[in-house]
């Protein structure tokens, strides 16, 4: 509305100076070179109008022919880098779809058409790497590097580039670079993070997690931050202890939950006297995750304390989380180191119905030592051989009997502590079957076997039946396992074959055990 407002406003202001011009008749006379000339003064003005308007004309007619070869030139240019452009996004589209043979054809027209793009390095080097030609990738990618706009893309092929290698020089080579020209580029400090950890640099590992400071969340910078000064400090444990328990305890402020930091921490701080701040953070620690290995640096916060001192201590520590077993757990065992037995009985009772392995254990070694019974301790043996498992260090598949910073498979923090396999989601419960009589009779004779006829029930008071097998009873594979290292692999366990399976080396259904061989069976399980 503006534009036409001005428009008529101008319109009006010429038309107004036409009148006025037209009101005002004059003569203009030219005298040159002999010649006179004499016309009105509008005629004169629109002379000059129209002659400035012609050589306007005249010189951008001139000003077209010169600059001719030029734009002619540009043209070219400007459909040969079209049709370039064009290849390249053909190219691009054909890698993401996986057409080889479409992507190399348009890899070469953008190589002819616009050699010098930077996506037409990206191009080859990613249809290189569709077809497999790993050397002409990193050719691309070197290509990319002695360019100053596409260096970084070029050092992060190569880095990739040598990790399918299996290449672990050239890709710290290249990760290292890229973060001299970019620090805080994500992926080339995390590399340089994961290689110090890998190599069991911390110090190093602590400098490139500042690198990716901007890159993380703070909770998460602070997690990673924590890890490796526990590993620090486990690392300085038999060399420095003073350097060790600076960086613990500035590791237990950035995470407290963070179990092996709060047990080193507290290990420390006994050491040099300072047991009450030692005893708040094993006790916040405890709060916030119970674990074993707080426990027990809990339990040894003084030396030279009494066994019913030690167990005093751990009653007040699992009071401060009750109905956890882990608390249950470590007043057991004080009480049992006590000689306290009435009591480790009585904290393990809720969970007997049920028990984990460790518990069983505890129960096996409660009863050898108040008892010395044998059965018993048998008892639990077996039960500890069919009960579920206990938390323990995991991570990528591998059970280790320590915390690790880093796990198999190189990440940071990647050790948890769960029941391993637990993610399978096994939850068909334990059958609780208690053992036959633990000696054989004098003299049991041995029943002829006869594969058509079952088997006829014992009686209950006959003291001389031998026993039957029991097939759900077989101990599984990882009970019979020899003694493990500190970190191995988990295997494939088999599935539970259920109370009907026939186990190797024992009798079908429908015929008659013989007493010698069941006999031999059953004292392998226990001995």
């Known amino acids: 509305m503006i534009r036409v407002v001005f428009f008529l406003v101008a319109l009006a202001l ?16 030219l005298t040159w070179m002999g010649y006179r000339v004499e ?11 129209a002659l400035v308007v012609a050589v306007i004309l005249v010189w951008s007619i001139l000003n077209a022919l010169l600059r001719a070869p030029e734009q002619v030139s540009l043209f ?21 779809s996986g057409d080889l043979r479409l992507a190399r054809k348009s890899a070469d027209d953008a190589g002819r058409l616009s050699p010098g793009d930077p996506l037409t390095l990206l191009l080859n080097a990613q249809a290189a790497q569709l077809a497999g030609d790993r050397a ?26 040598a990790q399918r290698n299996n290449d672990a020089p050239a890709a710290r080579h290249a990760a290292e670079e890229a973060v001299k020209l970019a620090p805080t580029l994500g992926w080339a400090a995390q590399a340089v993070l994961d290689d ?15 690198h990716t400071k901007g890159a993380l969340e703070k909770s998460d910078y602070r997690r990673k931050r924590a890890v490796l000064l526990a590993a620090r400090a486990l690392a300085l444990n038999d060399i420095d202890r003073d ?16 179990v092996p930091a709060a047990a080193l921490a507290g290990r420390r701080l006994a050491e040099a ?49 009750p109905g956890q077993l882990e608390g249950a757990l470590a007043v057991a065992r004080a009480a049992l180191d006590a000689r306290e037995f009435g009591t480790a009985r009585d904290v393990l009772a809720p969970y007997l119905s049920a028990p984990t392995r460790r518990v069983a254990t505890l129960m096996a070694e409660i009863e050898e030592t108040e008892h010395r019974d044998v059965g018993r301790v048998r008892e639990w043996m077996g039960r500890a051989m069919r009960a579920a498992g206990d938390p323990a260090w995991t991570a990528d598949g591998v059970v280790s009997e320590r ?73 599984s594979p990882a009970a019979k396992a020899k003694p493990v290292e500190p970190v191995i692999p988990l295997v494939q366990v088999p599935d539970d074959p259920g109370p009907d399976a026939v186990l190797d080396g024992e009798a079908p259904s429908g015929a008659t055990p013989v007493s010698g061989a069941s006999w031999q069976r059953f004292r392998k399980r226990f001995l």
């Open 14 to 29: 010429v038309a107004a100076g036409f009148a006025w011009f037209a009101d005002r008749p004059g003569d203009i006379v």
């Open 39 to 49: 016309t009105s003064l509008m005629i004169a003005a629109l002379a000059v109008i």
């Open 76 to 96: 070219f240019r400007h459909r040969r880098a079209m049709k370039g452009y064009l290849a390249i996004s053909r190219g691009l589209i054909a890698i993401g």
């Open 136 to 161: 002409g990738a990193e050719r691309a990618f070197r290509a990319m590097t002695r360019r100053d706009d596409t260096k970084l893309l070029g050092l992060r092929g190569l880095y990739i580039e």
């Open 196 to 210: 110090r950890c890998a190599v069991s640099d911390w110090e190093g590992a602590l400098a490139a997690l500042e």
């Open 243 to 258: 350097g060790s328990r600076v960086a613990v305890l500035e590791a237990v402020k950035l995470a407290p939950d963070l």
């Open 273 to 321: 006297g300072e047991q009450r701040k030692a005893r708040r953070i094993l006790e916040r620690a405890w709060e916030i995750s119970p674990h074993p290995d707080i426990a027990e640096a809990y339990a040894n916060l003084r030396l030279g304390d009494s066994a019913r001192e030690r167990l005093a201590r751990m009653q007040k520590l699992a009071a401060k989380v």
């Open 403 to 475: 915390w690790l910073p880093v796990s198999p498979n190189g990440r940071l923090d990647g050790f948890t502590w769960r029941v391993p396999l637990a993610e399978l989601g096994v939850s068909r419960p334990v059958v609780e079957v208690m053992p036959a009589p633990l000696e054989p009779p004098a003299a049991a004779p041995t029943p002829e076997i006869d594969a058509g006829a079952q088997p006829e029930p014992a009686e209950a008071a006959d003291p001389v039946e031998p026993p039957k097998p029991v097939p759900s009873l077989a101990p």
